[in-house]
């Protein structure tokens, strides 16, 4: 069955506690994996989009790599702005695609 | 820009009702998508148009559920009727070209839709 796996669902950190989030997927012919970030009561926010595997995007304290089966997003140093639910989303297989988002990382960055 | 807007932003009704959710996508973009999120399952992508075409409908759950975008710059979705199960936060998202994978989405606020 393809599906979209993201752990841990909750992670808690001290503020300066760099730390990684995973995003592992089995699905067939990738087209690209996204990573989102999504505060309470808003719509994600569009953070990064991966295309092959050794691509590695970087946007302030947020790093995305990629694999042929998983994803990190590593956040260095974070702080407590940083607290939010990350996503994780694979669009693959042939013709019009399928996208698939995982269930999200509910990051809480203490001061 | 103001971003992609929604309406309403909660909606309350009783099971088979018929309800209506709207969105104006960012002036420019050419494809629009529209998403459910539950704690259950997720997000999941319902619908998405290139040009104000349906491209792809094969996230819609059942035929109790319709879109239609009549021009560039409007889009509904619409329940008919309305079931408790359909209760969750659905999202609009615009892009500037092309479909899930080709550029970044744009997410509206989102509307919380109770169903009674």
Not at chain 2, 33 to 42: A, E, H, I, L, V
Not at chain 2, 58 to 84: H, V, Y
Not at chain 2, 92 to 112: E, I, K
Request: overall charge neutral; charged content about 20%.
């Amino acid at each position: 069955e393809d599906q979209v796996t993201q752990s841990p669902e909750a992670l808690r950190l001290q503020e300066g506690e760099s730390s990684s989030l995973n995003c592992s997927y089995t699905v067939s012919g990738l087209r690209g994996l996204f990573w989102y970030r999504q505060d309470p009561g808003k719509g994600p926010e569009f953070l990064f989009t991966l295309y092959s595997a050794g691509e590695e995007k970087e946007k302030e304290r947020l790093k995305a790599t990629l694999t042929k089966k998983e994803s990190f997003l590593h956040i260095t140093a974070p702080k407590p702005e940083d607290s939010a639910t990350y996503l994780c989303a694979v669009f693959y297989g042939g013709s019009q695609g399928n996208l698939i988002f995982g269930k999200g990382t509910k990051l809480s960055v203490k001061p | 820009d103001a971003g992609v807007i929604q309406s309403p932003r909660h909606e309350v009704t009783e099971m088979g009702q018929e309800v209506t959710l709207r969105c104006k996508p960012i002036s420019g973009h050419n494809s629009l998508f529209w998403y459910r999120q539950t704690m259950m399952r997720g997000l999941e992508l319902l619908i998405y148009f290139n040009n104000n075409v349906p491209i792809d409908d094969s996230g819609m759950p059942e035929d109790r559920f319709s879109a239609k975008m009549p021009n560039a710059s409007f889009s509904t979705l619409k329940i008919q009727p309305s079931e408790p199960r359909d209760s969750a936060v659905y999202f609009c998202a615009s892009s500037l070209v092309g479909g899930p994978s080709t550029d970044t989405q744009y997410f509206g606020p989102g509307t919380r839709l109770t169903v009674l």
